[in-house]
């Protein structure tokens, strides 16, 4: 079975941080690009930073989170981080982690689509961690 597992959230000040988690199992790790999604109340869904596994080494990022968000990869524990500084009330979101079926060449595209707002088709999701920054 398939899982993607999000944890880490809670309620923070403006200033403060917090790291995400998302640890998968069930399929092939490294086959898969995973992505940092959120989505605030009335907002649509947008991805925030995206690593494209085996075929891409480089980290992608919204431009809302660029300079304050590190995604980071454990890949012998299929582990996925999102360390969040300098939050800000604007951050506040369920975040959820997903991911994305790489073809051979295409880590490097699909993380740069989600992350420049485009729309790509995610193979499985999380169920998503509330993170809440207060003012």
């Known amino acids: 079975e398939v899982q993607l597992v999000e944890s880490g959230g809670g309620l923070v000040q403006a200033g403060g941080s917090l790291r995400l988690s998302c640890a998968a199992s069930g399929f092939t790790f490294d086959d898969y690009a995973i992505g940092w999604f959120r989505q605030a109340p009335g907002k649509e869904r947008e991805a925030v930073s995206c690593i494209g596994g085996t075929d891409d080494d480089n980290t992608h990022y919204a431009d809302s989170v660029k300079g304050r968000f590190t995604i980071s990869s454990d890949n012998a524990g299929n582990t996925v981080y999102l360390q969040m500084n300098s939050l800000k009330p604007e951050d506040t979101a369920v975040y959820y982690c997903?991911?994305?079926?790489?073809?051979?060449?295409?880590?490097?595209?699909?993380?740069?689509?989600?992350?420049?707002?485009?729309?790509?088709?995610?193979?499985?999701w999380g169920k998503g961690t509330l993170v809440t920054v207060s003012s």
């Open positions: 997903a991911a994305v079926r790489v073809v051979a060449g295409t880590g490097r595209y699909i993380c740069n689509h989600l992350t420049s707002g485009y729309y790509y088709s995610v193979d499985y």
